[in-house]
């Protein structure tokens, strides 16, 4: 289910609705907290808005979930490129 928001979110995105993209990208991290890829989008769409502190503290949480993810040795949930 957060794949599916996270492709939404990116296609709002590309129609330029930041707002909806917002809205799907946080279902996306809702459904799957470690999906950093997702949490990445989503710090892009509050950039887009304006939202630069909010879009700046998410960028650092996502940093440090794909750091977790390297230093368990698993790999980094950043499979589908947002946008």
């Not at 440090?64 to 980094?76: H, Q, R, T, V």
């Amino acid at each position: 289910m957060a794949i599916a928001h996270n492709q939404i979110g990116c296609l709002a995105v590309r129609g330029g609705d930041a707002a909806s993209a917002e809205k799907e990208f946080r279902n996306a991290v809702h459904a799957s907290p470690a999906y950093t890829q997702a949490w990445i989008n989503l710090a892009a769409a509050l950039a887009m808005q304006s939202k630069i502190s909010d879009a700046l503290s998410l960028g650092d949480q996502a940093i440090s979930l794909d750091e977790a993810a390297i230093a368990s040795g698993g790999m980094a949930p950043t499979t589908f490129p947002g946008f």
